[in-house]
């Protein structure tokens, strides 16, 4: 199930990432000062056009901004983080045999990370275990990894059992302040173009394995990838209406090998767009 949440809760569009920046630029002294590298998001030293989540949020990954092309050719992809969709009082979409999305997402999440881990990526999940993070804490891991992508699983409760799409966001429109940063709600937008190309990479290996799934990669407003600074796809596999759990459980190892197959091809074709714009 793909939430569509819209942009009512969030009235700060243009939040001042500026003030942000600055901010940032202390908290990571101050943790590079305390906590040298204790933590998966690691601060960076470098300065960043990336969007932080607003104050007040329990996020505190340091995010990291798009690279120049020299430090992306030298750093290609090495992090997938993997979100497993819902959890904690959030069920996700229920089937009448009592399968529920927040649970089976963790269990295809076991074996997506297994298969990435074996093309040698590193992984990062966005949660462990049955808890519910924000959707903004979610994007604020892995708006904190460098050379990153981002995929969130999900079950759906629609859908021709047996297959699986991808959908990538629908275009944002591009935004900056003034002062060349990027919105925290617009993280996406200088990523659609890859996202679009880890997409359809990714549908086309899953649809070699599960007839009837897409050709490619479909187009959605999906509230998580909005705010995500990393090429980014969600997956849905179909559906939680199946009468016997094993008919999902038996998908999983060959969503996992699809993915991470999709990913390692997409790989050469990563390149972090630069965003332009001022340095603070
Ligand atoms: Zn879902």
Do not use: C
């Amino acid at each position: 199930m793909l939430l569509d949440v819209g942009n009512s809760q969030r009235p700060r569009l243009l939040f001042i990432l500026g003030i942000a920046f600055l901010f940032l630029a202390g908290a990571m002294m101050t943790h590079a000062l305390q906590t040298p590298s204790q933590t998966q998001q690691s601060a960076r030293s470098e300065s960043s056009q990336i969007p932080t989540p607003p104050s007040g949020q329990s996020a505190t990954p340091v995010p990291t901004g798009p690279q120049s092309s020299a430090q992306a050719s030298q750093n290609g992809l090495s992090v997938v983080v993997l979100d497993p969709a819902h959890g904690g009082t959030d069920l996700g979409a229920r089937g009448t045999g009592g399968i529920q999305e927040s649970e089976i997402v963790m269990e295809f999440t076991a074996e997506v990370r297994k298969a990435l881990e074996q093309q040698g990526f590193q992984v990062v999940q966005t949660r462990q275990a049955n808890d519910n993070p924000s959707f903004d804490d979610r994007s604020a891991i892995a708006n904190a990894q460098r050379n990153a992508v981002f995929i969130t699983l999900h079950i759906a409760s629609t859908g021709l059992p047996g297959t699986v799409r991808v959908y990538v966001n629908s275009d944002l429109p591009a935004v900056t302040t003034a002062n060349g940063f990027i919105p925290w709600d617009r993280a996406q937008a200088p990523f659609l173009g890859l996202s679009r190309k880890l997409g359809d990479l990714v549908q086309g290996m899953l649809t070699q394995r599960f007839k009837g799934s897409p050709d490619t990669a479909q187009s959605a407003t999906i509230r998580q990838l909005r705010t995500t600074a990393a090429p980014a796809i969600a997956v849905e596999v179909s559906s939680v209406v199946v009468n016997d759990r094993a008919d999902l459980d038996h998908m999983a190892s060959g969503v996992a090998d699809a993915i991470a197959r999709g990913v390692a091809a997409f790989k050469p074709l990563y390149v972090v767009p630069t965003t332009g714009g001022v340095q603070p």
